[in-house]
């Protein structure tokens, strides 16, 4: 049986949480947040995933200055991220992490992005947006992706 890690920075709704904790149940994965994460624990596993809110159009600070302090040569891992405003392709959130990882020697297997509530300043003010998000048929689309790569039907995204 695959052993995943999924190193998850959830910090404002528990959105990226839920999204984790879904593919978690697909993957059989413990789901931590980066400063709970066990290296030797991550050093054994056959696929670690690395996900956050996106704030500023990146990746949770926590969770990329986690990613860039594990040392090189690990093995497949994936990205994921929730926001709430739309990935636009050329400026994908998860772009940046990915390019961290496959530095460090990790083979990334896919990224994952889904909408979900979100309240930073301008929308703060109309009480949010994407309220009820992530929805069940994002996180049926979290399990899809998960499936997948528990599958090794290649890289997705």
Known sequence: ???????CAS?????????????????GA??????????AELAGADL?????GVFYGRLHPRLTEFVKSLPDGRGRAFVFATSGLPEIPP?????????????????VDGSFS????????????VGGINKQRPNAGDLAE?????ERLR????PVS
């Open 142 to 146: 979290a399990r899809a992706f998960a």
């Open 11 to 27: 910090v404002s709704h528990g959105n990226t949480r839920r999204v984790a904790d879904s593919m978690g149940e697909v993957l």
């Open 30 to 39: 413990k789901v931590v947040a980066p400063e709970q994460a066990d290296l």
């Open 151 to 154: 599958d090794g039907r290649g």
């Open 48 to 52: 670690v995933g690395f996900g956050s």
């Open 1 to 7: 049986m695959m052993k995943a890690v999924i190193v």
């Open 114 to 125: 889904c909408r979900a509530f979100d309240t930073w300043t301008p929308f703060k003010l």
């Open 91 to 107: 400026a994908s959130f998860t772009r940046s992490l990915v390019q961290v990882l496959k530095g460090k020697g990790f083979e």
